[in-house]
């Protein structure tokens, strides 16, 4: 059994920051930062972090849109009806920036009284792929292993691009994508991926015919074998990581 609660931190900045904090009723367990995806802080991402929580873990998934408002998020029934809001949800992602959303992970820490020192995992969609990555390079003394699926802006032309410093990896990483990725398709992630490919211990697997947010079931994007697979390869990775 698991449960499900929300806590408030205040951020660096000064604003209130929700965090959900999904973990077994009894006992004390291993950590797993979760960065959400575009669509927020929604049904199926609490559902997910409930799953894994079932595993065995306490999962944080914090707010990162909490600057622009109390949880805001995109079911995907309501973006069917209404396309325009599709526009609400592009400006809310880019609001984003790398640095709020490690301050905003560090604040998720100190909201569910983390001692400051024990082993994580972290997993992240879509944008959280970008944040998994930044998490597990700023402190890779703690962040034992990592896992993103149908990643997103792991490439870019900036001089701090993720594919720049990819190759230093040290820890166990996953990452899943679709060969029919719509929104961030291989080809804008290769500078990356050719990074990581001597690294044995990160694995890029690509599932034909998968689309961007394959995770979903609620999603017209949902690919079971995309999403059953990767769940299956990232449990038994942070498995594997909180052992060594």
Same mark, same amino acid.
């Given at each position: 059994?698991q ?5 408030i931190?205040?951020?660096? $900045?000064g *604003? ?5 904090v999904?973990? #077994?009723t *009894?006992?004390e367990?291993?950590?797993v ?5 575009a669509?927020? !802080? ?6 997910? %972090? *409930? ?7 306490? !999962?944080l998934l914090?707010d990162?849109? @909490? ?5 805001? &998020?995109?079911?995907?029934?309501a =973006?069917?009806?209404? #396309? $325009?809001?599709?526009n ?6 880019g ?5 709020g959303i490690?301050?905003?992970a560090?604040? %998720?820490?100190?909201?569910?009284g983390?001692?400051?020192?024990? #082993?994580? %995992?972290?997993?992240?969609f ?9 998490y597990?390079?700023?402190?890779p003394?703690?962040? =034992?292993?990592?896992?993103t699926? &149908?990643p997103?802006?792991?490439? $870019?032309? *900036?001089?701090d691009?993720? @594919?720049?410093?990819a190759?230093g990896?040290?820890?166990p990483m996953?990452?899943g994508i679709? $060969?029919?990725?719509q929104v961030?398709?291989?080809?804008? &992630?290769q ?8 690294l044995p211990h =990160?694995e !890029?697997e690509?599932f034909?015919?998968?689309? &961007?947010?394959?995770?979903? #079931? ?6 079971e074998n ?17 052992v060594?």
């Amino acid at each position: 059994m698991q449960t499900a609660t929300e806590i408030i931190e205040t951020t660096s $900045d000064g *604003e209130p920051m929700a965090v959900v904090v999904c973990e #077994p009723t *009894e006992g004390e367990h291993p950590t797993v930062m979760m960065f959400m995806d575009a669509p927020g !802080v929604r049904t199926a991402t609490r559902t997910f %972090a *409930e799953r894994l929580a079932g595993e065995g873990y306490r !999962v944080l998934l914090p707010d990162l849109y @909490h600057r622009k408002g109390r949880l805001l &998020h995109f079911e995907p029934d309501a =973006v069917a009806a209404n #396309p $325009d809001l599709r526009n609400d949800l592009w400006a809310l992602l880019g609001s984003l920036t790398d640095d709020g959303i490690q301050a905003d992970a560090d604040a %998720a820490l100190a909201a569910a009284g983390d001692d400051g020192s024990s #082993p994580l %995992a972290t997993i992240g969609f879509c944008l959280g792929a970008r944040a998994i990555y930044r998490y597990m390079m700023r402190m890779p003394e703690r962040v =034992v292993a990592g896992a993103t699926w &149908h990643p997103s802006f792991l490439a $870019d032309d *900036e001089p701090d691009s993720p @594919h720049l410093t990819a190759g230093g990896i040290t820890q166990p990483m996953y990452i899943g994508i679709g $060969d029919a990725d719509q929104v961030q398709s291989i080809a804008l &992630h290769q500078r990356f991926f050719d990074a990581v490919e001597p690294l044995p211990h =990160v694995e !890029v697997e690509i599932f034909p015919g998968a689309d &961007h947010g394959f995770s979903w #079931p609620d999603a017209p994007s949902y690919n079971e074998n995309a999403a059953t697979t990767s769940w299956g390869k990232t449990t038994a990775l942070f498995a594997s990581a909180f052992v060594r």
